[in-house]
């Protein structure tokens, strides 16, 4: 791999990832999946089946294990992946309380939107970024309130460095959208109440389904306190003023696909073959610093993110900063970023790998844990290759 690119001849590389699928959702999956890890899917049977609930049931024990999810929280599957098990939080947990949240990606903006026009809560904090790669002060937080936040930015690249900020003696929940940090990142399940995510992201399974991790404080909330507006059906998970025990017991409140449960355990079984959680970290910063040790020693590319301490293990955000690059206007940069991804994907060396719609143009690199760190390595020749072929094509049209 070269340190700089001649834009007058240009070698196109020879070695390719053996998977190009670097989306940030859904993800890649584990290493070695086929089409024969399904073979056990309950194909026609029923989810209340003994045999359905078995399988949902393994799903739960098989995450509190890996991820060592203390044993008096609760942990449940939702409907509609991650965002409706943030969903699902927000409008059974908030209103007791004022609320502090805290957005730097789209997504946790959406969160922003649900609290704040839908819910119509009247005591809300909003702290938001205004600049995509950077954090807002999150020691503003006042923990006489509830706090929403998302541990890691999908679509910006950009992550809390640690929960140090959170109070220990807090008397508000605290509600992490953590989608693309769990089984990546380690989470201190003591600063959190309650833990959202989707098999999607890091566990590298099929859409449509979500997970939620409860405290003890977050048990209490739901039996303490009743909103006052309608739940829709997907969201009720209590009865008579107490937590509905089988929603957190192999039972779930819509019908699941037994092909993705089965997709699901497959990971969770990977999962705990190398190790758990902390292989999981480990596989992740291996992928990671191949990537920050090619920006380093790159001077035409660089992170989102500015801050080292903040900057995206799994869902790894670039901007160009090429003089050439530099000089264009906005139209001019989106499709100069349009025209580098189109080439790898051209070359099936790189695919879904631009950044995300709302976010600067540029580049988005899933280096998660499913991701095997010889295709971070082989993909970076590629991402030169094409850099270097479309700023040929610009200075030929100027």
Same mark, same amino acid.
């Given at each position: 791999?070269?340190?700089?690119?001649? +834009?007058?001849?240009?070698?196109?590389?020879?070695?390719?990832?053996?998977?190009?699928?670097?989306?940030? !959702?859904?993800?890649?999956?584990?290493?070695?999946?086929?089409?024969?890890?399904?073979?056990?899917?309950?194909?026609?049977?029923? =989810?209340?089946?003994?045999?359905?609930?078995?399988?949902?049931?393994?799903?739960?024990?098989?995450?509190?294990?890996?991820?060592?999810?203390?044993?008096?929280?609760?942990?449940?599957?939702?409907?509609?992946?991650? +965002?409706?098990?943030?969903?699902?939080?927000?409008?059974?947990?908030?209103?007791?309380?004022?609320?502090?949240?805290?957005?730097?990606?789209?997504?946790?903006?959406?969160?922003?939107? #649900?609290?704040?026009?839908?819910?119509?809560?009247?005591?809300?904090?909003?702290?938001?970024?205004?600049?995509?790669?950077?954090?807002?002060?999150?020691?503003?937080?006042?923990?006489?309130?509830?706090?929403?936040? +998302?541990?890691?930015?999908?679509?910006?690249?950009?992550?809390?460095?640690?929960?140090?900020?959170?109070?220990?003696?807090?008397?508000?929940?605290?509600?992490? #959208?953590?989608?693309?940090?769990?089984?990546?990142?380690?989470?201190?399940?003591?600063?959190?109440?309650?833990?959202? @995510?989707?098999?999607?992201?890091?566990?590298?399974?099929?859409?449509?389904?979500?997970?939620?991790?409860?405290?003890?404080?977050?048990?209490?909330?739901?039996?303490? =306190?009743?909103? /006052?507006?309608?739940?829709?059906?997907?969201?009720?998970?209590?009865?008579?003023?107490?937590?509905?025990?089988?929603?957190?017991?192999?039972?779930?409140?819509?019908?699941?696909?037994?092909?993705?449960?089965?997709?699901?355990?497959?990971?969770? =079984?990977?999962?705990?073959? %190398?190790?758990?959680?902390?292989?999981?970290?480990?596989?992740?910063?291996?992928? @990671?610093?191949?990537?920050?040790?090619? %920006?380093?020693?790159?001077?035409? %590319? #660089?992170?989102?993110?500015?801050?080292?301490?903040?900057?995206?293990?799994?869902?790894?955000?670039?901007?160009?900063?090429?003089?050439?690059?530099?000089?264009?206007?906005?139209? !001019?940069?989106?499709?100069?970023?349009?025209?580098?991804?189109?080439?790898?994907?051209?070359?099936?060396?790189?695919?879904?790998?631009?950044?995300?719609?709302?976010?600067?143009? !540029?580049?988005?690199?899933?280096?998660?844990? /499913?991701?095997?760190?010889?295709?971070?390595?082989?993909?970076?020749?590629?991402?030169?290759?094409?850099?270097? /072929?479309?700023?040929?094509?610009?200075?030929?049209?100027?």
């Amino acid at each position: 791999m070269t340190n700089t690119i001649a +834009t007058n001849t240009i070698i196109k590389p020879t070695t390719k990832p053996k998977n190009p699928g670097f989306s940030s !959702g859904p993800t890649a999956k584990r290493p070695g999946w086929s089409f024969d890890a399904l073979g056990g899917a309950l194909i026609g049977r029923s =989810h209340r089946s003994k045999e359905g609930k078995a399988k949902l049931q393994q799903i739960i024990d098989l995450t509190r294990e890996t991820l060592g999810v203390p044993a008096d929280y609760k942990i449940a599957i939702t409907a509609a992946s991650d +965002t409706g098990a943030v969903e699902l939080a927000l409008w059974n947990l908030l209103g007791a309380r004022p609320v502090d949240v805290f957005a730097w990606d789209t997504f946790g903006k959406d969160w922003v939107t #649900d609290i704040v026009e839908e819910l119509k809560l009247p005591n809300v904090r909003k702290f938001v970024s205004s600049t995509y790669g950077q954090l807002p002060d999150l020691t503003q937080a006042n923990f006489a309130h509830d706090i929403v936040f +998302t541990w890691n930015g999908t679509t910006s690249g950009v992550k809390i460095p640690n929960a140090d900020w959170i109070s220990n003696a807090r008397e508000g929940l605290t509600i992490c #959208d953590a989608t693309s940090a769990v089984y990546a990142m380690p989470l201190p399940w003591d600063k959190l109440d309650v833990v959202t @995510y989707s098999w999607q992201k890091v566990l590298g399974g099929e859409g449509a389904h979500g997970m939620i991790i409860l405290s003890p404080r977050a048990i209490k909330r739901l039996e303490t =306190h009743t909103p /006052t507006w309608p739940l829709p059906k997907t969201f009720r998970i209590v009865k008579k003023g107490k937590v509905n025990e089988a929603f957190f017991n192999g039972e779930v409140i819509n019908t699941p696909s037994m092909i993705c449960i089965e997709d699901a355990l497959d990971a969770l =079984h990977w999962v705990k073959s %190398i190790g758990g959680a902390k292989a999981m970290v480990e596989r992740n910063l291996a992928n @990671y610093k191949i990537l920050a040790d090619w %920006i380093e020693r790159t001077p035409w %590319i #660089d992170f989102l993110a500015s801050d080292p301490a903040t900057r995206s293990t799994t869902s790894v955000c670039f901007v160009f900063n090429d003089p050439d690059y530099l000089t264009l206007n906005e139209e !001019g940069r989106a499709a100069f970023a349009k025209r580098v991804n189109a080439l790898l994907e051209k070359e099936n060396a790189a695919l879904d790998a631009n950044a995300y719609r709302d976010a600067p143009p !540029g580049l988005r690199i899933w280096a998660g844990s /499913t991701v095997e760190s010889s295709d971070i390595a082989a993909v970076l020749p590629w991402i030169e290759w094409a850099f270097a /072929t479309a700023k040929s094509e610009l200075r030929a049209a100027a």
